[in-house]
Nanobody, 115 residues
Framework: QVQLVESGGGLVQAGGSLRLSCAAS????????MGWYRQAPGRQRELVAT???????NSADSVKGRFTISRDNARNTVYLQMDSLKPEDTAVYYC?????????WGRGTQVTVSS
């Protein structure tokens, strides 16, 4: 079992920054890919960014140049630095961790960007 705990969400004005963190706890499994997804009201959950254990990243076009994903493998922690935030970035942000056998989701953290 892998447990994920997210932190760092909140309310920010447009143009501001937030940093999300997600710590994964596991005593048995090796975590491969970690990532962030988001879901706005009335919309489907969508990919924000992912990062593999060797540091390869992938991100949605809508956040390229503004969001940066990083990872501390020793701490099984993934970060999402969000800069130049826009009102359309408002959503619940979910952390996801993948092992060779399964996927795990955090409970989500709310990010609200006011105009």
């Amino acid at each position: 079992q892998v447990q994920l705990v997210e932190s760092g969400g909140g309310l920010v004005q447009a143009g501001g920054s937030l940093r999300l963190s997600c710590a994964a706890s596991t005593s048995r499994f090796v975590i491969n890919t970690m990532g962030w997804y988001r879901q706005a009201p009335g919309r489907q959950r969508e990919l924000v960014a992912t990062i593999t254990s060797d540091g390869s990243t992938n991100s949605a076009d809508s956040v390229k140049g503004r969001f940066t994903i990083s990872r501390d493998n020793a701490r099984n922690t993934v970060y999402l630095q969000m800069d130049s935030l826009k009102p359309e970035d408002t959503a619940v942000y979910y952390c996801k961790a993948s092992t060779s056998a399964s996927h795990y989701w955090g409970r989500g953290t709310q990010v609200t960007v006011s105009s």
